[in-house]
T-cell receptor, first 115, second 111 residues
């Protein structure tokens, strides 16, 4: 089944403790992206990747890191999480580099709470 | 920054009623996508509208792209409980092809 898989689904951590949220897609998509979703703000892009070893900042990249060493994986790293990073996070992928009219396929989300 | 405002933010109606959700911007987009998100899941694409003035139908859902490509609407006829969810519009920018999501409309259909 074609899908985007995120892990974990739920995560509660403390301020300053490094964490990684994994994302993997099995559709051979070139483009991958991370979003955070907060009430009333919609989905805001954190980082995106047009292809392997190519990553770029989205609208809200502060406090986050990503890597794209393989086509299928795009982990999101929080080196020193803070409470304002408490949010619902989504990984997404699409077939082609660049978004254009290419639809995004989303994972089921990771709900992160930083205390 | 291109902003997409959706209205209403929340909508709760009885099964069988009709409704319209709006997606408005001061920016022009090359195309516009509509997604539906159900609790515990990620958004799923419903439709993409590409041409100014374009109307697309998906069963009881009718999507329209404004003539000026700055706005879009989603009309649902005879709403069903299965239509409950968060509806998100997303505009694709010219040139940079950046996707900007709207603020969302949370729809609840009461049986």
């Amino acid at each position: 089944e074609a899908q985007v898989t995120q892990n974990p689904r739920y995560l509660i951590t403390v301020t300053g403790k490094k964490l990684t949220v994994t994302c993997s897609q099995n559709m051979n998509h070139e483009y991958m992206s991370w979003y955070r979703q907060d009430p009333g703000l919609g989905l805001r892009q954190i980082y995106y990747s047009m292809n392997v070893e190519v990553t770029d900042k989205g609208d809200v990249p502060e406090g986050y890191k990503v890597s794209r060493k393989e086509k299928r994986n795009f982990p999101l790293i929080l080196e020193s999480p803070s409470p304002n990073q408490t949010s619902l996070y989504f990984c997404a992928s699409s077939p082609r580099s660049g978004q254009g009219n290419s639809p995004l396929h989303f994972g089921n989300g990771t709900r992160l709470t930083v205390t | 920054t291109q902003l997409l405002e959706q209205s209403p933010q929340f909508l709760s109606i009885q099964e069988g009623e009709n409704l319209t959700v709006y997606c408005n911007s001061s920016s022009v987009f090359s195309s516009l996508q509509w997604y539906r998100q159900e609790p515990g899941e990620g958004p799923v694409l419903l439709v993409t509208v590409v041409t100014g003035g374009e109307v697309k139908k998906l069963k009881r859902l009718t999507f329209q792209f404004g003539d000026a490509r700055k706005d879009s609407s989603l009309h649902i006829t005879a709403a069903q409980p299965g239509d409950t969810g968060l509806y998100l519009c997303a505009g694709v920018g010219f040139g940079n092809e950046k996707l900007t999501f709207g603020t969302g409309t949370r729809l609840t259909i009461i049986p």
